[in-house]
């Protein structure tokens, strides 16, 4: 079982109302209800810097002419080896 903190924490209650339906329909308590939406929050954040580090790193160094030259032909040469019609 993995360690776990209390704590005391204020919500809107349309917020916790909102949360309790979930909570209901997987048979959750509210702790592990939150702790996945937490969870869950946490991983896209992760998930969107990591596109956006992406992003940035391809756009200081593009790909150059000639890599989008072999990428097209390795990608033509493929579709045209494949065995379905």
Do not use: C, F
Not at 43 to 52: G, H, K, L, T, V
């Amino acid at each position: 079982m993995r360690k776990a903190a209390k704590l005391t924490i204020s919500l809107p209650l349309e917020l916790l109302d909102a949360v309790a339906r979930p909570q209901e329909e997987r048979g959750e308590n509210r702790s592990e209800t939150i702790a996945h939406l937490l969870d869950a929050a946490l991983r896209r954040e992760q998930e969107q810097a990591e596109i956006e580090r992406y992003v940035r790193g391809y756009r200081e160094h593009p790909a150059s002419d000639d890599e989008v030259a072999l990428s097209d032909r390795l990608a033509l040469e493929a579709a045209n080896s494949d065995p379905w019609p």
